[in-house]
């Protein structure tokens, strides 16, 4: 759905978003709680909301509404006329103007100023709120600031809350008065609550203000999502006091809250009782590790791929020559054909010791402000766009076209492709020892669950599981992955995880197992 004009303000909003963000440093950002909703997770909440809203007409509320990433998914997954109204708050007057040129057409009524410490009017009450609310730390609230928003809870909800509560807390529990009864809200805060004392007024209020549905915690290696959002969860429930008996609410993780990499159903009552919610889903699934793939263990993806790996990826001299700054460039490896040895060794700042290091080329700043800062560099973007690289299919769906996808460095890389010459393995593992990302020739593996937790704890693991994966039969490889011609094969992501990894914990099962039961979380 969604119309061609909102298509078209949401394109403005990303390049808006990248133009607001670059203004300010890292740390003035995080002081804001400034963190866009990727789009795709944005889309993601509002179709979720679809499911959830049945066919009534939306009155939605967004208290700290940005550039108004989730009115434009609100645009693109309900029909036009089921939003009655749409109101968004947003303390920045940048974004608040921003927010406010972007969508006032679509109907969006933004109002700038703090949210905490406005009134809703008695005569208008949300249905829907989706939010993803400043996550700025309790040291960053003046003293002054925390009497205030301690007071308005205590008189909103009669709630006391300790002064090491983050302002997402507040946001989330002062919004309760803006919301019509049986009102669905969604809220995108970090995880932190779910375990920590300060958490717990806000656990109380899920459990016994509200009708808690869903919580959905994003695995924190699950790199799709930008680094601020590692740690987040998706908390979903309704303004209407829980059921007297018999409730429970639906806890998943990892991948997405559409489909999940498990879920479990965890009954009201054991959530009051418990302190530590990251526990559920509660051994989701106990795997023998003769079943274990490794998809159970790693989370695998594809390499990142830029469009023009000739534009995109640069030789340190090239790089030299067009003065590109370095904080754009990323270190990233060679294809494999280029590496001597299966061991990436790093230098002592993780630059890996190849033969022709290589950078990725990785931006997020404005042309303009490229013009003006660094001259050079912006010659080298002309050039590019001289080759209509920017037009390309993939560069031309990125805001700006030269930034990349976010691929974080992997301790373990299969190449993608490979030819089987004289019984020789046609895929080669990598034991990737430095910071340097990867493209696409290769799979990337991630660890994940108990692995990544023993490798936490004992690094000098890796190099056990690097020897076991280059051992993996070649025969196992090429019965799931494609042959072309020429005897050359390809294996995709999901086909590398259905690949059987019991073997892979032999040896390690009494590092891995944690208590009495190996515990998966299944992919
Ligand atoms: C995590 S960002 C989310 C923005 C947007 N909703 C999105 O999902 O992309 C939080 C936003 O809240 C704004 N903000 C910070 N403190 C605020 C406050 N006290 N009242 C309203 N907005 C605030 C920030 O400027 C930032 O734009």
């Known amino acids: 759905m969604g119309t061609a004009i909102a298509h078209s303000i949401e394109e403005s909003r990303q390049v808006e978003q990248t133009r607001l963000d670059a203004l300010k440093t890292a740390a003035e950002r995080n002081k804001w709680g400034q963190f866009a909703t990727p789009t795709p997770l944005a889309l993601s909440l509002a179709a979720y909301a679809h499911t959830l809203m049945g066919e009534h007409p939306v009155r939605f509320l967004d208290p700290s509404i940005g550039t108004g990433s989730f009115f434009s998914a609100l645009l693109e997954t309900f029909a036009e006329d089921r939003l009655e109204a749409a109101r968004g708050v947003e303390l920045d007057p940048l974004f608040a103007r921003a927010a406010m040129d972007l969508w006032a057409g679509q109907g969006l009524h933004v109002d700038q100023g703090d949210f905490t410490t406005q009134q809703p009017a008695p005569d208008v009450r949300f249905n829907l709120v989706i939010a993803n609310p400043p996550y700025v730390r309790h040291h960053h609230l003046s003293g002054d600031d925390k009497e205030r928003l301690k007071a308005k809870l205590m008189q909103s909800l009669r709630l006391d809350i300790s ?4 302002l ?16 669905l809200a969604i809220w995108l805060i970090p995880s932190e609550f779910m375990d920590v004392n300060y958490g717990s007024t806000v656990r109380r209020y899920l459990t016994e203000h509200v009708t808690l549905l869903h919580l959905h915690r994003f695995c924190p290696t699950d790199s799709q999502f930008a680094d601020a959002l590692v740690s987040s969860v998706v908390v979903a429930f309704r303004k209407a006091p829980p059921p007297p008996s018999g409730h429970s609410a639906r806890f998943s993780f990892g991948g997405l809250i559409e489909s999940p990499d498990t879920e479990a159903l965890v009954p009201l009552d054991t959530l009051r009782q418990s302190h530590k919610w990251t526990q559920f889903p509660a051994n989701p699934h106990v795997v023998k590790t003769d079943d274990l793939k490794l998809g159970d263990v790693f989370s695998i993806k594809r390499g990142l791929a830029t469009g023009s790996n000739g534009f995109f990826i640069l030789r340190k001299e090239d790089a030299l020559k067009w003065q590109i700054p370095n904080q754009f460039l ?35 700043h404005s042309e303009a402000e490229i013009e003006q800062k660094w001259p050079s560099f912006f010659e080298y973007l002309q050039q590019g766009k001289k080759q209509e690289i920017h037009s390309a299919y993939l560069a031309s769906r990125r805001v700006p076209w030269y930034s990349q996808e976010n691929r974080p460095p992997a301790p373990f890389l299969c190449t993608y492709m490979g030819r089987s010459r004289n019984g020789k393995h046609p895929f080669r ?94 992919a």
């Open 163 to 166: 002064g090491l509560a983050g």
């Open 168 to 183: 997402y807390c507040y946001f989330m529990l002062l919004c309760h008065d803006w919301m019509e009864k049986h009102a």
């Open 330 to 364: 990323k270190p990233i490896l060679p294809g494999p054909r280029n590496l001597q040895s299966d061991t990436i060794e790093a230098s002592a700042n993780g630059l890996p010791l190849v033969a022709t290091p290589l950078f990725l080329l990785d931006c997020n």
């Open 429 to 522: 593992f990598i034991w990737n020892r430095s910071q340097a990302t990867a493209h696409n020739v290769y799979l990337m593996l991630y660890p994940k669950g108990p692995l990544r937790d023993a490798l936490k704890e004992r690094p000098e693991l890796e190099a056990e599981i690097f020897e076991k994966l280059q051992n993996i039969s070649q025969d196992l490889f090429i019965s799931e992955g494609r042959v072309y011609g020429g005897g050359l094969h390809k294996v995709e992501p999901k086909e590398l995880a259905k690949i059987p990894a019991g073997f892979l914990l032999d040896g390690l099962e009494s590092t891995i197992r944690k208590g009495q039961q190996l515990t998966l979380v299944m």
